[in-house]
């Protein structure tokens, strides 16, 4: 999809359909035209609500406000509408400003456009994508708010460059686990890195035994696709920080021999969330020439059952040498990233280590299943990561580790067991296990996000569809632009 920015008013401008936001209710604005028959339908203009109008050339979207939170889902509800359907190429849109001279709300409908025209119709025979080639957005303003063709045309690179990591990860998360295993990704990040002068290593089987990394090869053990561990590297000239970004990359959950029930195992193709989110994360990073040096690293493993399975009693040592009671194989991810967190820091001193993972059912639970859950050490980094996410359009709540929980992690035979010994906190004593694989050098650097519930949702809500979100990727490529100095809109 293409987007052009004209001077031309709105009206002039050629197109087979505009959309048009009805800001606050205000049906009365003179942009609204149709403003008979649309009380006629009983529109009234609340959040993402639709009135479509073809033989009017209008497609009427409710927006609460001119803020990008509102603004971002209207435009992608705006664009669901149409997919599917034929014969709207070229769409036009006014300019939509909640202060005069900034971007952002821009930005987000752009964003919003962008996301909503997303689907995943490759298996479908009835294909369902957006008839939209061309976005004209015109800079006549909804209020008198005034940008220049160069600032607009800024912020729409930005939102084009988030918006396409955002849906190259939910394609990823989307794909059927017997068409995307571990290999898959290390093909996927080959691809990526040549594309964009990336860095791409990828440590098979033989070399993470070298690595010594024996809980992540446990976990993959009797699955019939081999593990693989993907270290992409974004190295700009003079960086102005280092980050580490660690991924959890299950390209299924069986849950192992503490076999999931049925219902519990469907959507757990969506356990690679984490690491579709990282490579995510470094494609736009990469497009969008941060001032950083970017690592990714995403743990590719399948959790199945077999002769060959880890089992609940294993004892397995970890890279940092700890040892790990295995009480439950269900609780995988965090095996998979302890010792991929410890490869991280082997490989690189950061100045922020971000892992990501689809990691407990607990984790949807407690916050729900659009929020993530984000831990760490450190007050103001966590604190960081929600205000960028709260920009992004993304919803994350702190989850504060104690000393209690930690307790809880106990093990009579090994360093620490796998699971918690109470059903309490399961996010948690979750995110604790994993601090014990956190250097002390990078434990204030240090924030886990349990995407567990925003990555895969079976319904559409705001500007996601049903099925993978993409979460993880809005939010953090905000704060790595902060953290590169960028201008964020
Ligand atoms: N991948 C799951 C967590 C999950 C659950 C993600 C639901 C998305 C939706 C993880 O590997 C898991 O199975 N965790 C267990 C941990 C338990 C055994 C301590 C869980 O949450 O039940
Ligand atoms: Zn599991
Ligand atoms: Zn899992």
């Excluded at 959790?303 to 880890?310: E, F, L, P, S, V």
């Amino acid at each position: 999809m293409n987007f052009t920015v004209t001077t031309s008013s709105v009206h002039e401008i050629e197109s087979d359909l505009e959309i048009v936001f009805v800001v606050d209710e205000n049906i009365d604005h003179p942009f609204v035209k149709e403003k008979k028959i649309l009380k006629q339908y009983g529109f009234n203009a609340t959040q993402e609500e639709i009135c479509f109008l073809p033989e009017h050339g209008k497609l009427y979207v409710g927006a609460a406000s001119l803020k990008s939170e509102a603004l971002r889902p209207a435009a992608a509800a705006a664009m669901r509408t149409l997919l599917g359907k034929k014969g709207y190429k070229r769409i036009k849109v006014a300019l939509y400003l909640s202060h005069p001279r900034c971007t952002a709300s821009l930005r987000a409908m752009c964003e919003g456009l962008l996301l909503g025209a997303y689907s995943f119709d490759k298996y479908k025979s009835k294909k369902s994508k957006s008839p939209v080639k061309e976005i004209v957005v015109s800079l006549e303003g909804y209020e008198s708010h005034e940008i220049g063709h160069e600032a607009a045309l800024r912020a729409i690179h930005k939102a084009e460059i988030v918006a396409d990591a955002t849906n190259f990860a939910r394609n990823i998360v989307n794909t059927p686990p017997d068409d995307f295993y571990p290999e898959t990704m290390a093909k996927k990040a080959k691809k990526l890195a040549k594309k964009l002068g990336l860095e791409c290593t990828v440590l098979d089987a033989k070399a993470l035994k070298k690595e010594k990394m024996r809980a992540m090869l446990a976990v993959g053990r009797a699955s019939r696709h081999e593990p693989k561990l993907v270290h992409l590297a974004y190295k700009p000239k003079n960086p102005k920080a280092t980050v580490a970004l660690v991924g959890k990359g299950l390209t299924y959950d069986s849950g192992g021999l503490s076999l999931k029930p049925g219902d519990f195992m469907v959507t757990m193709k969506a356990d690679k969330s984490g690491s579709a989110a990282v490579i995510g994360i470094m494609k736009a990073v990469a497009e969008l020439g941060l001032d950083i040096e970017v690592h990714g690293f995403m743990g590719m493993v399948e959790n199945m059952i077999g002769g060959d399975a880890y089992k609940p009693d294993d004892v397995l040592k970890a890279k940092n040498g700890k040892t790990i009671e295995v009480r439950n194989t269900d609780a995988e991810g965090r095996l998979v990233l302890a010792d991929v967190l410890c490869y991280a820091q082997q490989e690189v001193k950061a100045d922020y280590l971000i892992d990501f993972a689809t990691l407990t059912g607990a984790c949807v639970v407690g916050v729900g299943q659009y929020t993530s859950g984000v831990m760490g050490f450190d007050e103001t980094l966590k604190s960081e990561m929600k205000r960028h996410a709260k920009i992004a359009g993304e919803l994350v709540t702190p989850l504060d580790f104690n000393d209690h929980l930690k307790k809880t992690l106990k093990s009579t035979i090994a360093d620490i067991s796998n699971i918690s010994n109470t059903r309490y906190g399961g996010a948690i004593t979750a995110g604790l296990f994993l601090s014990e694989f956190i250097d002390d050098d990078h434990r204030d650097k240090w924030l886990h996000v349990d995407i567990a519930g925003p990555a895969f949702v079976e319904h559409a809500w705001g500007e996601n569809p049903a099925g993978a979100s993409g979460a993880g990727v809005r939010m953090t490529v905000r704060m790595l632009e902060s953290v590169a100095g960028a201008k964020t809109h």
